[in-house]
């Protein structure tokens, strides 16, 4: 196992370029957020691992080996998607049943015990579910799998509070039963923060950064309190955000924080949260 | 302007009792949370209310007259739902006209603001906007519309970060610009626990609860420590949930906290956090 390389990876769709150039390795064994805007080339990219889609130059290897057009690495990886790839009148008990035969690997038992913790009632047929359910029926599919690379795009859209929560313990779960790469694209960051250990942010086409979480939220704090006092404070310093709430301002500024010089003015210091990083990192020209 | 009165509202779709003689009152100039888990009744509610659905019994009154066939209380009312209204192959730009024509409030000129901040493309048809672009597209629809009563149904559905952040901020700019009642159906609670002043959560076609947000949140505590000494100071108090990570634990409690105790004991407390209290308040039986 020598994880996924993305190797000089361009994409273009007519004029648009979804992927420009992108170099990033995925290591075995860790669970890593891919993080981008709407339309930054997330889902590109991951399809072009996938065999989904073919690039125009560079190439994906799996474990050492060309990804494209090779059954051999597809076979080591699953790809759960917004995009629907099940018959659409196929009723949810049968997809079940034709993965187990399809994939090997497929527990089929596991994914009758979770369609019922989930409340997923496998007699619908695929195109009768909610976009919820539809979630929840693509994610019991791909958690089921035992394959080494596990890619899921957007896999809570449209779940309530609860079977988010449900989907993250069964995540966690499943990784510390049999560790593997797992690769979730998602918007709702902050909801994952805990669970991802690296992050690989992708931004109009282009690799922004690709690091721990944990090195990211280490690489700056915030500092709240009355506007005046955060502006004299923050004054020379690299401000890479600001909330303002009334009177009171936050200021997320990177760089190791001067404790001594903070007691004094009275601010109160937080960590960085990985979304409000994230939408700053990310913010474009004429965006608030 | 009296608000919106739901009274004793019931409606089945076949064998399915989807609101089982709810009543509620939606006071004018307050925005709402109407909280539910999928399938709970908030969208069959909304869409009473919109005059889209009817009720098997019971009715809805706005301004003290009723809902149901009546142009005169329809026109107080825009609901932003999840199903797509507009003729799919109409452009952007083309919507923002009609609007204009059919609903004489409609702010044609902020419509081509916001489309610009958000990046929507105004020549492209309705049906070939994304997920996320379709609900911004709905959103600045909506906010441009000056209506005294505002349904948005799953409003941010697709949109990333940065733009969920966007949105936020301009609601609660129009708010203050102008208040009127906003009813937000959503399951990115926790991102909208700043935004409502009240909340409502129908749980399986049943009202559950009415009430403000702050004595909600004031309703309870967290306590976080070792999971021993959690489960020694819970001991008798009304815990309503609790998370375990390797030996820690937090517990989620009701009642007024004796600070003195926690002190002695050495625990951290904390807020309670609207998501989490959600999660347990709507947990089903073999849910996690």
């Given at each position: 196992m020598t994880g996924i390389q993305i190797q000089e990876l361009t994409k273009r769709f007519g004029d648009n370029v979804a992927l420009q150039n992108v170099s990033l390795t995925f290591q075995p064994g860790k669970i890593y957020g891919l993080l981008g805007r709407n339309g930054a080339g997330k889902s590109t990219l991951l399809g072009i691992a996938a065999n989904r889609l073919f690039a125009d130059s560079g190439q994906v290897l799996i474990d050492g080996e060309p990804?494209?057009?090779n059954d051999r690495a597809q076979k080591k990886l699953y790809m759960m998607s917004e995009k629907n790839l099940y018959?659409?009148?196929?009723r949810v008990r049968d997809v079940f049943r034709w993965s187990e035969r399809f994939y090997g690997s497929f527990d089929r038992q596991q994914a009758q015990v979770l369609a019922q913790q989930f409340g997923l009632?496998?007699?619908?047929?695929?195109?009768?579910?909610s976009t919820g359910y539809t979630s929840i029926f693509k994610l019991i599919v791909a958690l089921c799998l035992d394959v080494p690379y596990l890619f899921l795009d957007e896999?809570?859209?449209?779940?309530d509070a609860n079977h988010r929560e449900m989907f993250y313990h069964l995540l966690l779960k499943n990784y510390a039963d049999e560790p593997r790469t797992i690769i979730i694209a998602t918007h709702l960051i902050e909801e994952v923060a805990n669970l991802i250990e690296e992050i690989a942010i992708i931004d109009e086409g282009r690799l922004l950064m690709s690091q721990s979480v944990q090195s990211l939220l280490d690489s700056g704090y915030c500092v709240s309190g009355k506007a005046g006092d955060v502006d004299a404070y923050a004054a020379g310093k690299k401000v890479i955000g600001e909330d303002v709430l009334g009177g009171l301002k936050t200021a997320y500024i990177l760089g190791s924080c001067d404790r001594q010089a903070l007691c004094d003015s009275g601010l109160e210091l937080s960590k960085l949260n990985l979304q409000k990083l994230f939408v700053e990192l990310t913010k474009k020209e004429g965006e608030q």
């Open positions: 990804a494209c057009e018959p659409k009148d196929m009632n496998t007699k619908k047929r695929v195109k009768e579910l896999p809570v859209l449209g779940l």
